[in-house]
């Protein structure tokens, strides 16, 4: 006698939940991005701060084999931090309660973002997965996200003038949240079939950058994982 069973993805251990929009404001959107400009300010300083103290877990995990508890944790309170204001904001619209000022969970927001702490990490791994073993995935996310794009002119002198950053590199994510936004401004719903991938193309990318960081070894799965909940093991 055999049994059989659905094979299911392991966990990860970044982990994005969220709520399905609920009477989500048909035109709010159109002015999240003054509303959300206290918390850019905010966390232009708090990236400053992640970059460097990555650097310093770097060195201990390097010597040590361990991330500093500490470090992780505001790293960890960085990225939630970040998420909720892209949630709120246009990474996804998703909701229109305004995103706490605070590196802690919180419960009752409408998405929460965590990651698990490793007990050990690989010496050797910390010298090539943020560089050359996520290459691959920052092609993808670069997909995802867009970024900024590279313009040269040429003067009349001859002179090859090379501009960065315009136009800028609309990503497939940006383009699905602007017609999310467009069809909320017609119709007062959010479709949760552009709501289910536009989520699971953050969580895709929250990932990578969970393992940019070092808050990991395992290697982030090639795998989309729509709508608000992942699939559990």
């Known amino acids: 006698m055999t049994a059989t069973s659905e ?29 959300v400009v206290p918390h850019v300010v905010v966390l232009i300083g708090l990236w400053i701060a992640f970059g460097v103290l990555t650097v310093v877990a770097f060195f201990a995990i390097l010597f040590t084999e361990r991330y500093p508890r500490a470090i992780f944790t505001f790293n960890v ?25 605070t590196l802690a969970d ?8 965590d990651v698990e702490p490793p007990q050990r990490l690989s010496r050797g791994l910390v010298l090539v997965k943020w560089w050359l073993l996520a290459i691959p995935h920052y092609v993808v996310v670069a997909f995802f996200l867009g970024g900024t794009s590279t313009t040269e002119y040429t003067t009349d002198e001859g002179v090859v003038v090379t501009v960065q950053g ?66 559990r093991p």
């Open 77 to 101: 309170g960085v990225l939630r931090w970040s998420w909720r204001v892209a949630y709120y904001s246009y990474g996804a619209l998703g909701t229109d309660r305004y995103p706490p000022f």
């Open 7 to 35: 094979r299911q993805p392991a966990a990860y251990p970044l982990r994005m939940d969220a709520d399905p929009p609920v009477d989500v404001s048909r035109g709010l959107w159109l002015v999240k991005w003054i509303l």
């Open 106 to 113: 919180v419960p009752d927001y409408p998405t929460r973002l």
């Open 166 to 231: 315009w136009p800028p590199a609309v990503g497939l994510v940006g383009v699905l949240v602007l017609f999310a936004a467009v069809v909320l401004l017609f119709r007062g719903a959010y479709p949760r079939s552009l709501y289910d991938l536009v989520l699971g193309l953050q969580r895709w990318a929250l990932r990578v950058s969970a393992y940019a960081a070092l808050m990991t070894d395992e290697y982030p799965p090639f795998r989309l994982d729509t709508g608000g909940r992942p699939a």
